[in-house]
Protein backbone atom coordinates (compact mmCIF):
# COMPACT_ATOMS: atom_id res chain seq x y z
CA UNK A 1 0.00 0.00 0.00
CA UNK A 2 2.96 2.60 1.13
CA UNK A 3 4.00 2.50 -2.50
CA UNK A 4 0.68 4.46 -3.83
CA UNK A 5 1.31 7.16 -0.86
CA UNK A 6 2.20 10.22 -3.01
CA UNK A 7 5.50 11.23 -0.96
CA UNK A 8 6.72 7.76 -0.88
CA UNK A 9 6.32 7.65 -5.21
CA UNK A 10 8.30 11.02 -5.15
CA UNK A 11 11.24 9.97 -2.86
CA UNK A 12 11.10 7.00 -4.80
CA UNK A 13 11.76 9.08 -8.20
CA UNK A 14 14.20 11.07 -6.69
CA UNK A 15 16.52 8.82 -5.31
CA UNK A 16 16.47 6.91 -8.76
CA UNK A 17 17.14 10.00 -10.53
CA UNK A 18 20.04 11.00 -7.42
CA UNK A 19 21.31 7.39 -8.10
CA UNK A 20 21.40 7.61 -11.91
CA UNK A 21 23.30 11.12 -12.45
CA UNK A 22 25.88 10.21 -9.47
CA UNK A 23 26.34 13.79 -8.39
CA UNK A 24 25.03 12.86 -5.07
CA UNK A 25 27.70 10.84 -4.08
CA UNK A 26 27.16 7.49 -3.20
CA UNK A 27 24.16 5.85 -1.81
CA UNK A 28 25.36 5.15 1.99
CA UNK A 29 22.05 4.12 3.88
CA UNK A 30 18.09 3.67 4.18
CA UNK A 31 16.48 3.84 7.50
CA UNK A 32 12.69 2.60 8.29
CA UNK A 33 11.55 3.92 11.74
CA UNK A 34 8.13 2.28 12.86
CA UNK A 35 6.94 3.06 16.59
CA UNK A 36 3.65 1.86 15.92
CA UNK A 37 0.86 3.85 18.45
CA UNK A 38 -2.66 4.98 18.18
CA UNK A 39 -2.77 4.47 14.19
CA UNK A 40 -6.62 6.57 14.58
CA UNK A 41 -4.79 9.83 16.46
CA UNK A 42 -6.49 12.65 14.40
CA UNK A 43 -8.93 10.92 12.45
CA UNK A 44 -12.65 10.83 12.04
CA UNK A 45 -13.51 7.00 13.59
CA UNK A 46 -16.84 7.67 11.96
CA UNK A 47 -15.04 7.89 8.45
CA UNK A 48 -13.34 4.61 9.02
CA UNK A 49 -14.78 1.87 6.57
CA UNK A 50 -15.60 -1.23 9.03
CA UNK A 51 -18.29 -4.29 8.83
CA UNK A 52 -19.68 -6.50 11.17
CA UNK A 53 -19.08 -9.60 8.84
CA UNK A 54 -16.65 -11.97 10.89
CA UNK A 55 -13.00 -12.82 9.73
CA UNK A 56 -12.77 -16.48 8.13
CA UNK A 57 -11.44 -18.98 10.69
CA UNK A 58 -7.87 -19.33 10.24
CA UNK A 59 -5.64 -21.97 12.57
CA UNK A 60 -2.69 -19.41 13.47
CA UNK A 61 -0.82 -22.96 13.31
CA UNK A 62 -0.74 -22.47 9.57
CA UNK A 63 1.92 -19.39 10.24
CA UNK A 64 3.92 -20.85 13.05
CA UNK A 65 7.42 -22.25 11.81
CA UNK A 66 8.31 -25.40 13.89
CA UNK A 67 11.44 -23.29 15.40
CA UNK A 68 8.92 -20.56 16.77
CA UNK A 69 8.34 -21.16 20.54
CA UNK A 70 4.33 -20.94 21.17
CA UNK A 71 4.12 -18.48 23.70
CA UNK A 72 5.81 -16.16 20.77
CA UNK A 73 3.38 -16.73 17.79
CA UNK A 74 1.28 -13.73 18.73
CA UNK A 75 4.23 -11.27 18.60
CA UNK A 76 5.64 -13.21 15.52
CA UNK A 77 2.53 -12.71 13.42
CA UNK A 78 2.09 -8.75 14.63
CA UNK A 79 5.84 -8.00 13.38
CA UNK A 80 5.15 -9.79 10.13
CA UNK A 81 1.76 -8.02 9.58
CA UNK A 82 3.07 -4.42 9.93
CA UNK A 83 6.86 -4.40 9.32
CA UNK A 84 6.68 -6.57 5.99
CA UNK A 85 5.40 -3.10 4.57
CA UNK A 86 8.49 -0.99 5.61
CA UNK A 87 10.75 -3.74 4.28
CA UNK A 88 8.64 -3.60 1.02
CA UNK A 89 8.82 0.29 1.20
CA UNK A 90 12.45 -0.42 1.45
CA UNK A 91 12.46 -2.04 -1.89
CA UNK A 92 10.35 -0.06 -3.61
CA UNK A 93 12.06 3.36 -3.19
CA UNK A 94 15.82 1.48 -3.71
CA UNK A 95 14.63 -0.26 -7.33
CA UNK A 96 15.03 -3.52 -5.74
CA UNK A 97 11.89 -5.52 -5.62
CA UNK A 98 13.42 -8.53 -6.35
CA UNK A 99 17.14 -7.75 -4.78
CA UNK A 100 17.96 -10.58 -2.25
CA UNK A 101 18.50 -9.43 1.24
CA UNK A 102 20.38 -10.66 4.37
CA UNK A 103 19.45 -9.81 8.28
CA UNK A 104 22.97 -8.93 9.20
CA UNK A 105 22.28 -8.36 13.15
CA UNK A 106 19.34 -8.23 15.57
CA UNK A 107 18.60 -6.68 18.77
CA UNK A 108 14.80 -7.24 19.71
CA UNK A 109 13.11 -7.40 23.35
CA UNK A 110 11.56 -10.53 24.71
CA UNK A 111 8.28 -9.24 23.10
CA UNK A 112 9.95 -9.82 19.84
CA UNK A 113 8.99 -6.45 18.64
CA UNK A 114 10.90 -3.60 20.38
CA UNK A 115 14.34 -3.06 18.95
CA UNK A 116 16.37 -3.38 15.72
CA UNK A 117 17.41 -5.24 12.85
CA UNK A 118 20.53 -4.98 10.70
CA UNK A 119 19.91 -5.75 7.13
CA UNK A 120 21.70 -5.52 3.31
CA UNK A 121 18.83 -5.17 0.60
CA UNK A 122 20.90 -5.47 -2.63
CA UNK A 123 24.16 -4.22 -1.92
CA UNK A 124 22.90 -1.41 0.93
CA UNK A 125 22.74 -1.13 4.17
CA UNK A 126 19.25 -1.08 5.48
CA UNK A 127 17.86 -0.49 9.35
CA UNK A 128 14.54 -1.48 10.41
CA UNK A 129 13.30 -0.11 13.91
CA UNK A 130 10.26 -1.30 15.86
CA UNK A 131 8.23 -0.78 18.36
CA UNK A 132 4.74 -0.80 20.31
CA UNK A 133 4.35 2.64 21.81
CA UNK A 134 1.64 4.47 24.19
CA UNK A 135 1.42 7.56 23.12
CA UNK A 136 -1.12 9.62 21.02
CA UNK A 137 0.00 8.74 17.34
CA UNK A 138 1.74 7.03 14.91
CA UNK A 139 5.64 7.29 14.39
CA UNK A 140 6.92 6.17 11.61
CA UNK A 141 8.82 7.38 8.37
CA UNK A 142 11.49 6.07 6.12
CA UNK A 143 15.34 7.84 5.11
CA UNK A 144 17.47 7.56 2.64
CA UNK A 145 21.01 8.83 2.98
CA UNK A 146 23.78 9.88 0.25
CA UNK A 147 26.80 11.56 0.50
CA UNK A 148 25.45 14.21 -0.60
CA UNK A 149 22.18 14.59 0.79
CA UNK A 150 19.24 12.89 2.61
CA UNK A 151 15.88 12.69 1.65
CA UNK A 152 12.64 11.79 3.98
CA UNK A 153 8.98 11.47 3.17
CA UNK A 154 6.98 13.74 5.86
CA UNK A 155 3.94 10.98 5.26
CA UNK A 156 4.14 8.35 7.52
CA UNK A 157 1.31 5.60 7.62
CA UNK A 158 -1.47 6.18 4.76
CA UNK A 159 -4.12 6.82 7.04
CA UNK A 160 -6.23 9.29 4.35
CA UNK A 161 -5.90 11.14 0.77
CA UNK A 162 -4.11 14.04 1.66
CA UNK A 163 -1.32 16.30 -0.42
CA UNK A 164 2.20 14.76 0.23
CA UNK A 165 5.56 16.37 1.13
CA UNK A 166 9.53 15.37 1.46
CA UNK A 167 12.32 17.00 2.56
CA UNK A 168 15.78 16.93 1.53
CA UNK A 169 18.85 17.86 3.64
CA UNK A 170 21.79 18.73 1.76
CA UNK A 171 25.19 20.68 1.56
CA UNK A 172 28.21 20.59 3.59
CA UNK A 173 29.30 24.83 4.00
CA UNK A 174 25.82 25.75 3.46
CA UNK A 175 23.03 23.29 4.54
CA UNK A 176 19.94 23.87 3.49
CA UNK A 177 16.43 22.19 4.20
CA UNK A 178 14.07 22.16 0.91
CA UNK A 179 10.45 20.29 0.63
CA UNK A 180 9.03 19.13 -1.86
CA UNK A 181 4.57 18.76 -2.45
CA UNK A 182 3.46 16.18 -4.28
CA UNK A 183 0.12 17.43 -6.79
CA UNK A 184 -2.68 17.44 -4.42
CA UNK A 185 -5.59 16.63 -6.93
CA UNK A 186 -3.60 14.05 -9.18
CA UNK A 187 -1.60 11.99 -6.31
CA UNK A 188 -3.89 10.87 -3.80
CA UNK A 189 -3.02 7.93 -2.25
CA UNK A 190 -6.39 6.20 -2.01
CA UNK A 191 -7.71 6.48 -4.89
CA UNK A 192 -4.10 5.35 -6.69
CA UNK A 193 -3.90 2.27 -4.84
CA UNK A 194 -7.48 1.55 -5.73
CA UNK A 195 -7.47 2.08 -9.40
CA UNK A 196 -3.91 -0.26 -9.59
CA UNK A 197 -5.88 -3.16 -7.70
CA UNK A 198 -8.57 -2.72 -10.24
CA UNK A 199 -6.48 -2.68 -13.30
CA UNK A 200 -4.19 -6.09 -12.73
CA UNK A 201 -5.00 -9.41 -10.46
CA UNK A 202 -2.48 -9.45 -7.58
CA UNK A 203 1.57 -10.77 -8.70
CA UNK A 204 3.74 -12.25 -5.68
CA UNK A 205 6.85 -13.48 -6.09
CA UNK A 206 8.67 -14.79 -3.20
CA UNK A 207 12.06 -13.47 -2.55
CA UNK A 208 14.36 -15.64 0.17
CA UNK A 209 15.79 -14.06 2.84
CA UNK A 210 18.96 -15.28 4.17
CA UNK A 211 21.13 -14.51 7.46
CA UNK A 212 24.96 -14.44 7.59
Not at 138 to 166: I, K, M, N
Not at 181 to 194: K, V
Amino acid sequence: MKRYDPANLLMRDTVRAWKESGDKGRLLYLRAHGFCGNWTAGRDKFAIISTDEAMPDKPRDEFKPDWLPADQVSSYIGYLQQYTHNINLARFVLDAPYASITVKATDLDGDGMTGVVLMELGGTRVSLESAQTRFHGWDEHTQVYFEGVGACPLAGAVRQSRPAEYRNLRGRRAASLSHANSDANRNLALPRRGRAFSRSPAIWRPVPIARS
